[in-house]
């Protein structure tokens, strides 16, 4: 087999290796979904066009030269989606690093490694590219609908920030390797994904609130003072705003630029790129192995079973980076909510259905973690402990996990309004009992690498969690302000759970 062929053959199956993994991802793994998934995900861009109508439509009817506030708004927008992906760009190259079990094959492979990893590069990049694309395609289609063909230069602008997040993302994370190693970078790869993915809109909506009091990002992206602050009109930071407007010579610049990005880092990371994957793998082997065992610790069985739990837990990243991507996201509303009522008595009030809402949230994700992703199920059913004190165990991890996070902010609230502390640390316990039960009653034995898809399971579970967490924190705001609808809260979330009891297969 030539070069030029096994490069073809490689690219072909990295690219295959990205396809099974979106579609696992949308199907839970099982083959007899593929049907439903492709089906549902052509609603589901139908559906967005909705959304993206509401969003940006009326701004399709901008003509070049554009003012200095709507090119702000383009470029931001621009931004945003690149932060996004640059995101999920760093996501996909640690899951590359850790998750894959192909080193030794690809090692033992004739062909030239630097090449082979070129390859691997340019394949993230176009993943990423790819969904890009797949997101965008709404939205781009709305400006081409109300403002004309010129849009579908979008794009190519699209194209440009998919690329350039891919190759953003394998430098910053090989860069990581090199700086804290492979035990620190998994952990400091996956947090500073979510940190990325959030924080651009975090920090318009903040600045939003404070200087507004809205949680709109366009208050801030089209205010006198945001004006007042950006540059020139020909200034290149406008270069994407302009290609999304059919600006031929910007958009072949954006391109250009972007794939000289792409190739610079293949050339400059491809060498380092098997040297970074086996220090990955040796890492992870290593732990495997049990390099940090320590001396045994006696106690009682389920003690035993606890602690497992919580080590896990704490080796876990994609736990810390989906989770943590959930509490960012409370930050505007929850400051959004005291400002607006700050100089009222229901600010503090309007705390508490945040902090509830965030623990059935999170207990959620502990649950399936606990209960549906063991490894180890075989070993752990070996175990002297009947199934229903090791269901028992894992349900404790939870909700002491649950303690442990949110009692400092309980506690601090205690300080000044003791009774909504109560009423707080009541609905952050019942939240979380009402998620963990609904993981129970819904659990299936899964793999803990399978947590970012663990909504595929069952839809049914996935928006009883949801809805649930949504009416315990309603039921708790009102039991602080009218205690009777709080009763009347209480009692449908009740009858949400017990329908969802109804349709579990534990019933069965």
């Given at each position: 087999?030539?070069?030029?062929?096994?490069?073809?053959?490689?690219?072909?199956?990295?690219?295959?290796?990205?396809?099974?993994?979106?579609?696992?991802?949308?199907?839970?793994?099982?083959?007899?979904?593929?049907?439903?998934?492709?089906?549902?995900?052509?609603?589901?861009?139908?559906?967005?066009?909705?959304?993206?109508?509401?969003?940006?439509?009326?701004?399709?009817?901008?003509?070049?030269?554009?003012?200095?506030?709507?090119?702000?708004?383009?470029?931001?927008?621009?931004?945003?989606?690149?932060?996004?992906?640059?995101?999920?760009?760093?996501?996909?190259?640690?899951?590359?690093?850790?998750?894959?079990?192909?080193?030794?094959?690809?090692?033992?492979?004739?062909?030239?490694?630097?090449?082979?990893?070129?390859?691997?590069?340019?394949?993230?990049?176009?993943?990423?590219?790819?969904?890009?694309?797949?997101?965008?395609?709404?939205?781009?289609?709305?400006?081409?609908?109300?403002?004309?063909?010129?849009?579908?230069?979008?794009?190519?602008?699209?194209?440009?920030?998919?690329?350039?997040?891919?190759?953003?993302?394998?430098?910053i994370t090989i860069v990581l390797f090199r700086l804290i190693g492979p035990a620190r970078t998994r952990l400091t790869a996956q947090i500073l994904a979510a940190v990325i993915g959030a924080g651009f809109v975090i920090a318009l909506q903040i600045a939003a609130v404070l200087s507004y009091g809205t949680l709109s990002r366009f208050a801030v992206l089209t205010s006198d003072a945001a004006a007042a602050y950006a540059p020139e009109a020909d200034s290149l930071v406008w270069w994407p705003a302009r290609a999304m407007l059919g600006d031929t010579e910007a958009l072949l610049l954006l391109l250009s630029l972007s794939l000289i990005l792409l190739g610079a880092v293949m050339a400059i990371f491809s060498p380092r790129f098997a040297d970074t994957a086996i220090s990955?793998?040796?890492?992870?082997?290593?732990?495997?192995?049990?390099?940090?065992?320590?001396?045994?610790?006696?106690?009682?069985?389920?003690?035993?079973?606890?602690?497992?739990?919580?080590?896990?837990?704490?080796?876990?990243?994609?736990?810390?980076?989906?989770?943590?991507?959930?509490?960012?996201?409370?930050?505007?509303?929850?400051?959004?909510?005291?400002?607006?009522?700050?100089?009222?008595?229901?600010?503090?009030?309007?705390?508490?259905?945040?902090?509830?809402?965030?623990?059935?949230?999170?207990?959620?994700?502990?649950?399936?973690?606990?209960?549906?992703?063991?490894?180890?199920?075989?070993?752990?059913?070996?175990?002297?402990?009947?199934?229903?004190?090791?269901?028992?165990?894992?349900?404790?991890?939870?909700?002491?996990?649950?303690?442990?996070?949110?009692?400092?902010?309980?506690?601090?609230?205690?300080?000044?309004?003791?009774?909504?502390?109560?009423?707080?640390?009541?609905?952050?316990?019942?939240?979380?009992?009402?998620?963990?039960?609904?993981?129970?009653?819904?659990?299936?034995?899964?793999?803990?690498?399978?947590?970012?898809?663990?909504?595929?399971?069952?839809?049914?579970?996935?928006?009883?969690?949801?809805?649930?967490?949504?009416?315990?924190?309603?039921?708790?705001?009102?039991?602080?302000?009218?205690?009777?609808?709080?009763?009347?809260?209480?009692?449908?979330?009740?009858?949400?759970?017990?329908?969802?009891?109804?349709?579990?297969?534990?019933?069965?």
């Amino acid at each position: 087999m030539s070069s030029a062929t096994a490069l073809s053959w490689f690219a072909r199956h990295e690219l295959r290796l990205a396809w099974r993994e979106g579609l696992a991802m949308m199907t839970g793994g099982r083959r007899r979904r593929t049907r439903v998934a492709v089906i549902g995900l052509i609603v589901f861009a139908a559906l967005m066009h909705l959304p993206a109508w509401a969003v940006i439509g009326r701004y399709a009817g901008l003509e070049a030269p554009l003012d200095k506030t709507s090119l702000i708004v383009v470029t931001a927008t621009a931004f945003l989606a690149w932060a996004l992906m640059l995101s999920q760009a760093i996501e996909s190259v640690t899951r590359v690093f850790y998750a894959r079990a192909d080193l030794d094959l690809i090692m033992s492979s004739p062909a030239k490694l630097t090449n082979l990893f070129s390859v691997r590069i340019a394949a993230i990049a176009l993943t990423v590219t790819a969904m890009a694309l797949l997101l965008s395609t709404p939205f781009v289609d709305v400006l081409m609908l109300n403002g004309g063909g010129r849009w579908f230069a979008a794009f190519g602008v699209v194209i440009a920030v998919g690329l350039s997040a891919g190759a953003f993302a394998i430098a910053i994370t090989i860069v990581l390797f090199r700086l804290i190693g492979p035990a620190r970078t998994r952990l400091t790869a996956q947090i500073l994904a979510a940190v990325i993915g959030a924080g651009f809109v975090i920090a318009l909506q903040i600045a939003a609130v404070l200087s507004y009091g809205t949680l709109s990002r366009f208050a801030v992206l089209t205010s006198d003072a945001a004006a007042a602050y950006a540059p020139e009109a020909d200034s290149l930071v406008w270069w994407p705003a302009r290609a999304m407007l059919g600006d031929t010579e910007a958009l072949l610049l954006l391109l250009s630029l972007s794939l000289i990005l792409l190739g610079a880092v293949m050339a400059i990371f491809s060498p380092r790129f098997a040297d970074t994957a086996i220090s990955a793998s040796a890492h992870a082997a290593s732990s495997r192995q049990g390099k940090d065992a320590k001396v045994f610790r006696g106690g009682s069985r389920q003690q035993t079973l606890r602690r497992k739990e919580f080590l896990l837990l704490g080796r876990d990243p994609w736990l810390i980076s989906q989770t943590l991507m959930q509490l960012l996201y409370l930050v505007p509303p929850a400051l959004f909510l005291w400002r607006s009522f700050s100089d009222s008595s229901t600010a503090l009030v309007l705390i508490t259905p945040v902090i509830v809402m965030a623990a059935g949230q999170l207990a959620g994700g502990l649950a399936w973690l606990t209960i549906s992703g063991e490894d180890a199920a075989d070993l752990v059913a070996t175990a002297p402990l009947s199934p229903s004190r090791v269901i028992r165990a894992k349900i404790e991890v939870v909700l002491i996990a649950i303690g442990v996070i949110f009692a400092p902010l309980i506690v601090a609230m205690a300080i000044l309004a003791p009774m909504q502390a109560v009423v707080t640390a009541a609905g952050v316990a019942i939240a979380a009992m009402s998620a963990t039960a609904i993981q129970l009653w819904f659990r299936v034995q899964a793999k803990r690498s399978q947590f970012r898809r663990r909504q595929t399971s069952s839809r049914i579970a996935t928006f009883a969690e949801a809805f649930s967490s949504i009416g315990w924190a309603g039921t708790s705001a009102l039991a602080l302000v009218i205690p009777l609808a709080a009763g009347i809260s209480g009692l449908m979330t009740l009858g949400l759970m017990a329908a969802t009891w109804k349709l579990s297969p534990a019933r069965e």
